[in-house]
């Protein structure tokens, strides 16, 4: 269904202080409090056209903190269990649940999630800081650091579910998705001098380009996962809801950063950290902090130079490197349902490979964790040359 209000353009408000001051002739520092807020932007996750809300239930005199009622809204419209609904048909030839017979379009199993619909909204506050050394002595660098937090209402999608009350859209203010804290960078570029009066040997040495890029930033958070409590709300009244963290209990076995475990033979997510709501009932979990997966450095380095050859025609060559140091990346564990048994090619053997499971490190395929292309793949170089005239 289309929305009544699609169409209606996004709107940001950015606004920004800074501060700059030349320490020296040649370095720069600043430093900026950065912000915007966006609303109307589409999402179909904060409306549900086809979902049984409050005033339906207290209109049939159900209550989703009722047992009993839940047994009710789960039976067969035709069985004893569906108590004073039963063959209480909607529309000749409806077969289906109470629950279903229930909602503003029975004949429809979908939620009906609207098109375009300009409900969306996020907020963005940042302090960002850099220095900057212009060229001199051979060498120039700018190093940025901020440190940001970013919430939005447009994170409520787990894999391919939307999840939350959609009569309580406050509730779906949280941790952005693709928050990440902290970033910090450095472009650095050197270049070689004049270092004797011999011409060969000048000629040798001079002017070879070194340049480095490297970003070191927070990971992306994991996603909190999605309730299965059986009768479950998305049976009930058609939406659904994320489980509740377990206070105490660690979040993962070992930390992901720690390059200190085998991946191949470690579950590396705690199942024991996250337990469904009670039946019929919305979870509070959102996205964490503390909650991220493996940061993923971005490390690249450049070198070479441009001969001249006579005027107008110049040989340029360059080695260029990704991943210069070769950091392993591991792909991003499983962590939709802390439920599903974690098994190994030996169960009985702790040290035996793992095959499936929460906290499970499929490693068949390289490369499927998230951002894994910006510094997953494997060290790599390159030759180019390029002739102008």
């Keep these: 269904m289309i929305d009544q209000n699609s169409g209606r353009p996004g709107r940001q408000y950015q606004w920004s202080v800074g501060l700059q001051r030349e320490v020296t002739r040649d370095l720069v520092v600043e430093a900026s409090y950065v912000a915007n807020r966006q609303i109307w932007l589409t999402t179909g996750n904060l409306v549900n056209y ?6 339906t239930l207290k209109f049939y005199n159900l209550s989703l903190n009722s047992a009993a009622d839940l047994a009710i809204l789960s039976s067969q419209i035709t069985s004893s269990g569906a108590g004073r609904f039963q063959n209480k048909l909607p529309f000749p030839g409806f077969s289906g649940t ?7 379009f029975p004949q429809f199993n979908a939620g009906l999630t609207p098109l375009w619909a300009p409900l969306g ?26 440190y940001s937090k970013e919430l939005d209402t447009l994170s409520t999608t787990i894999g391919m579910t939307a999840t939350g009350d959609v009569e309580n859209r406050q509730l779906f203010k949280q941790l952005s998705s693709n928050s990440r804290p902290f970033i910090n960078g450095l472009a650095v570029n050197y270049r070689t001098p004049t270092w004797s009066k011999n011409k060969i040997l000048s000629f040798i040495v001079r002017d070879w380009e070194i340049g480095g890029f490297m970003q070191y930033a927070s990971g992306l958070p994991f996603a909190p996962p999605v309730a299965t409590t059986t009768p479950a709300l998305g049976s009930a009244v058609f939406l659904n809801t994320v489980q509740n963290r377990v206070p105490g209990e660690p979040l993962f076995t070992q930390d992901l950063n720690c390059h ?10 705690n199942p024991k950290a996250w337990v469904n709501p009670g039946p019929g009932q919305f979870g509070s979990a959102t996205y964490y902090n503390d909650y991220r997966r493996q940061r993923h450095p971005i ?10 050859i006579k005027e107008g025609m110049t040989l340029n060559v360059r080695a260029e490197f990704t991943n210069v140091f070769n950091r392993a990346i591991i792909n991003d564990p499983t962590s939709t349902n802390p439920a599903t ?18 906290g499970f490190i499929n490693n068949g395929v390289l490369n499927q964790g998230t951002f894994a292309t910006g510094g997953g793949q494997p060290r790599q170089g390159q030759l180019v040359g390029r002739f102008q005239f």
């Design 260 to 269: 200190c475990f085998d991946p191949n033979t470690t579950f590396v997510l």
């Design 121 to 146: 909204k996020a907020w963005y506050d940042s302090l960002q800081t850099k220095v900057t050394k212009r060229f001199s002595h051979g060498i120039d660098f700018t190093y940025s650091f901020t």
């Design 299 to 308: 490390e690249n380095l450049a070198f070479g130079r441009a001969f001249r």
């Design 341 to 358: 048994p974690q098994t190994r090619i030996v169960n009985s053997d702790p040290n035996s490979e793992t095959t499936a499971g929460f």
């Design 50 to 55: 086809n979902f049984i809300g409050q005033d």
């Design 98 to 104: 109470v629950a279903q017979s229930l909602r503003p």
